[in-house]
């Protein structure tokens, strides 16, 4: 059974020390205002400021642009290497990549083996002043919370030689990812400290809310079992204490009557409530083996595609709650 394990993740500031951090900043800011005030308004100094370029920011994948546009805000210009919708598992650079890892200063990654291209493309890229985040550093990776079933000629699933690497799913896990883009942040680019602890602070409030409304949604749901076609969702499953009791793995093109008796008996052997595919997926294998077996299938979000907008981690997310909430009835 998997256990709800409510722990704060070590290296997460707080929101009231990033207030308190915020306040400190904003009062040396205020003490040396009145010595400025006298140069900076000369008609001198006027002319000779010019506003200096936004600090360059790459991402590697959607999640990652939400939460670093949420710090960065509009002190930095951010960008996206892999477009919204494509597989990040398996993606391949193109020289747009390189060339704008080559004028960027700051990279932001999750981590845990997922972007298996970087390596390659920062390296190609050769920019030697390039600011590298991982923002799932310090987070402990799960390396199997379920079980996987496989069909004869399902195609084998990503590899997480590290753990698996979807933990931005969590909002308490993507509020220490928050953290870490931070850090990385001021560290980079320490002009824009205050903006961006500004940000930060707010878009943890909101992770808080977010948490405490699954919390409070799916606190009777304990007993909800469901399947996935997709290991995206077991940090989220922890959380909040649900069953992703397998994965099943299935390949797009027609199964044969025997492959698909075996997904069949997976899902009967685990007595779930649940079949979960994923937005934009148009499977009709999928549709049929519902029917067969008399379960809805839904739909879970990993947000791997969608908007670019920061709020849309918490539209979606919501979405996600109003899916398992429906499912685990």
């Not at 493309?121 to 079933?149: C, F, R, W, Y």
């Not at 992770?207 to 989220?236: M, R």
């Not at 069949?264 to 049929?288: H, I, M």
Request: hydrophobic residues 35%.
């Amino acid at each position: 059974m998997i256990t709800n394990q409510k722990r704060q993740p070590r290296g997460i500031f707080s929101l009231i020390s990033l207030l308190t951090l915020l306040v400190s900043i904003s009062g040396c800011d205020q003490a040396n205002t009145n010595q400025k005030t006298s140069v900076e308004n000369s008609p001198q100094v006027q002319e000779a400021s010019q506003p200096s370029a936004k600090t360059k920011v790459v991402t590697t994948f959607l999640p990652m642009y939400l939460l670093t546009k949420a710090v960065a805000g509009d002190a930095a210009d951010v960008e996206i290497l892999v477009p919204p919708g494509t597989e990040v598992h398996e993606y391949q650079a193109t020289p747009d990549n390189v060339k704008a890892i080559a004028t960027a200063k700051i990279l932001v990654k999750n981590g845990l083996g997922l972007e298996e291209f970087l390596d390659s493309t920062v390296k190609n890229a050769q920019n030697a002043q390039l600011v590298e985040i991982d923002a799932s550093k310090g987070i402990k990776p799960l390396n199997e919370i379920s079980l996987v079933e496989t069909t004869t000629k399902a195609e084998k699933d990503h590899d997480h030689t590290i753990g698996n690497p979807h933990v931005w799913l969590d909002p308490v896990l993507a509020k220490q990812q928050v953290m870490n883009i931070l850090y990385g942040l001021i560290a980079a680019d320490p002009e824009n400290k205050t903006s961006y602890t500004t940000n930060a602070a707010a878009y943890i409030q909101e992770l808080d809310k977010l948490n405490s409304e699954f919390q409070q949604a799916l606190q009777k749901k304990t007993n909800c079992t469901f399947v996935t076609f997709h290991d995206a969702y077991p940090y989220l499953a922890q959380r909040y204490n649900l069953k992703q009791v397998a994965v099943v793995q299935i390949p797009e093109d027609q199964l044969s009557p025997t492959e698909i008796q075996t997904v069949v008996n997976t899902v009967k052997k685990y007595k779930v409530k649940a079949l979960f595919s994923e937005p934009g997926v148009d499977n009709k294998l999928l549709k049929t083996l519902a029917q067969d077996l008399k379960l809805n299938l839904r739909t879970l979000d990993s947000l791997e595609k969608g908007e670019k907008d920061p709020q849309y981690y918490f539209k979606a997310m919501r979405l996600n709650l109003q899916t398992l909430e429906t499912a685990c009835q």
